[in-house]
């Protein structure tokens, strides 16, 4: 029996399991957060070693769960237009928006500055990589400015999605009555 419950309580109440979800999507946030910052310090994707594995994952790990409860509702295209936005607060979706555009602006700005290439190193050279063929050779300077640009993607990337499961997980406004109650939501009762 799935049922859709609202509530009027004003605080919500977060199972200890939801509430663990809730900060780990807060923590991924923060880190995308300083990863951004420090990108433009000279941090990049290649120093960043194994945390681009794991902040990539951690998306999934906290977007499956989300999924899985919303399912019916994403199934019928309502939920993020209209489910989502339910019982949050009224920052929340501009905020998802807001990180969205960033994002998708990064991501167009390094696609027009690199030529939709890869800065890398060849042969000892800096150069803008397509597939194998080199489109331009750069200077020390230009290849670590592109490097930052390449990490800023992610890191927007990581901004966005990371406060989206931040924003479900924290503000627990749609109760779905299913076998994962248990797992997901306190009953009201409770």
Known sequence: MNELVLTDNPKPIISSFRWLLAIL???GFAVSVVVYVASFKGLTLDRMGIWVFVLHVGIFLLLIPMYGIESSAIRDR????????????????????FLGVFFFAHF????????GASPKIVDG??????HGQIKKLLTEAEFHSLKGYELRIFATGWMSFYSTTAIYWWFP???KRSSLIGIFEKKPNE
């Open 25 to 27: 999507s807060l923590a």
């Open 108 to 115: 167009v700005l390094f696609f027009l500055i690199s030529h």
């Open 173 to 175: 406004a749609m109760k």
């Open 125 to 130: 050279r800096f150069v803008l990589d397509s």
């Open 78 to 97: 309502t939920f993020f237009w209209d489910g989502f936005k339910r019982g949050k607060p009224s920052w929340a979706l501009p905020l998802i928006q």
